[in-house]
């Protein structure tokens, strides 16, 4: 059994939380959040860390002193904000134009709980555990950094929290944990569809762009309902077209630019592949050409079922059963760089409820948590990683 205060964790969590909310930045570049990170690992006398050094984030761990055995965990928490202006009253709000709006700072807050929690318990385990404060979620970029930085070596599983209000009729303080597919992979997809330039009362005299973007537009959703399964979930949104000077000029590009969503790997992949050939066929029999660009944010979040049950059996004995939100969430549409991390080793990524009654969803300039539970996700963690090293 585990020694700690779960009012002293709570109270401990809440004081970094704000701390962080009050200095948020972005991307890749993290120095002042990395610097009270650190602050922080330095009173934990039985926590090392290093830098990493592609960017701002950091790779802490423990070795437990029990000897028994030689497994590795990885606790992970990401710490990049999101470039929307704060439209808040609270009094540790953004102290610059970026804003925690996606409760990273709670999932860094969390992770330094759980370090505190096993700091103080280092002779109740055996192996190392690793805590992963990592930047550039939001872009993509961070948990590939973590894994170019050797974060997943010698790892055998790996889990995450993050928090927010993503079923509305999810209580405060409910963890969401559920095996399989729970966020979608994401993509952003660039088609640039090249013509020739000419005068618009001349149309026969150049190639029109956009007469091939519009044809390409309509041609790429029948491949959602005409050549994937039906079962398979699929979004293609294109959201954004540039082109053209003058209401009297054809010009010579058209640029699209959107977003792919699927539940499943092999069926994004596909979906990519026809996408590309068709695209280029339709450009090519209207005599002009295309280029398509993917820039991928996500794969599929896909929670392990072994790695799930014992996160899930491990918040009941803690907490309780009602800790653990006894109904189907329908997975997300949204993407998470977490996934990365699981498509190299076993883990599970776990939802909490934060809600407040205003039920402001995340990336929202009036985001807020309810801070009133935040000791949970750090007791879960910690508690999980001592009983998968012990087992």
């Known amino acids: 059994m585990l020694k700690y205060d779960s009012k002293e964790i709570l109270d401990y969590v809440i004081k970094c939380r704000r701390y962080l909310h009050s200095i948020p930045e972005l991307g890749s570049d993290l120095p002042k959040t990395q610097e009270f990170v650190i602050n922080e690992l330095n009173n934990f006398k039985n926590i090392k860390y290093t830098k990493n050094k592609k960017d701002s984030g950091i790779i802490a761990y423990i070795n437990g002193n029990k000897t028994n055995n030689s497994k590795t965990v990885a606790l992970r928490a990401d710490m990049d904000a999101l470039p929307i202006k704060e ?33 103080d318990n280092i002779d109740e385990f055996s192996g190392t555990v690793k805590f992963l404060f ?21 790892v055998d599983a790996i889990l995450g929290v993050h928090v927010g209000s993503f079923a509305l009729d999810t209580p405060n303080g409910f963890f969401i944990i559920q095996e399989g597919p729970i966020l979608a992979s994401t993509d952003k997809i660039i088609i640039r569809v090249k013509g020739k330039g000419t005068h618009g009362a001349y149309p026969h005299a150049g190639v029109d762009p956009i007469v091939m973007s519009a044809e390409i537009i309509n041609g790429l959703q029948s491949i959602i309902t005409r050549e994937i399964d039906p079962s398979e979930t699929v979004v293609l ?67 392990d079922k072994d790695i799930t049950n014992t996160v899930k059996d491990t918040a009941q004995k803690i907490f309780s059963d009602d800790a653990v939100w006894n109904h189907y969430y329908k997975p997300s549409m949204g993407g998470e760089d977490f996934s990365y991390y699981l498509r190299e080793i076993k883990g599970c990524f776990v939802l909490f409820s934060t809600i407040t009654d205003k039920k402001i969803p995340n990336h929202n300039s009036k985001f807020e948590i309810n801070e009133s539970k935040l000791n949970m996700p750090s007791e879960l963690m910690a ?6 090293l012990n087992s």
Not at 89 to 117: P, Q, R, W
């Open 134 to 154: 990592q930047t550039g979620e939001e872009t993509g970029t961070g948990a590939k950094i973590m894994i170019e930085e050797n974060a997943l070596k010698d």
């Open 383 to 388: 508690n999980w990683a001592i009983n998968f």
């Open 237 to 303: 949104s294109l959201c954004k077209i540039s082109g053209g000077t003058a209401f009297n000029i054809i010009p010579d590009v058209i640029e699209i630019e959107g977003t792919i969503r699927a539940f499943s790997n092999e069926v994004r992949d596909f979906f990519i592949k026809r996408i590309k050939e068709k695209s280029k066929l339709i450009a090519e029999s209207l005599r002009g050409e295309c280029d398509i660009e993917i820039i991928e944010y996500a794969c599929v979040t896909n929670n």
């Open 87 to 119: 439209e808040t009253d609270f009094e540790y709000k953004s102290c610059n134009n970026n804003m925690h709006a996606c409760g990273h700072d709670a999932h860094a807050a969390i992770l330094l709980g759980a370090c505190k929690i096993l700091n």
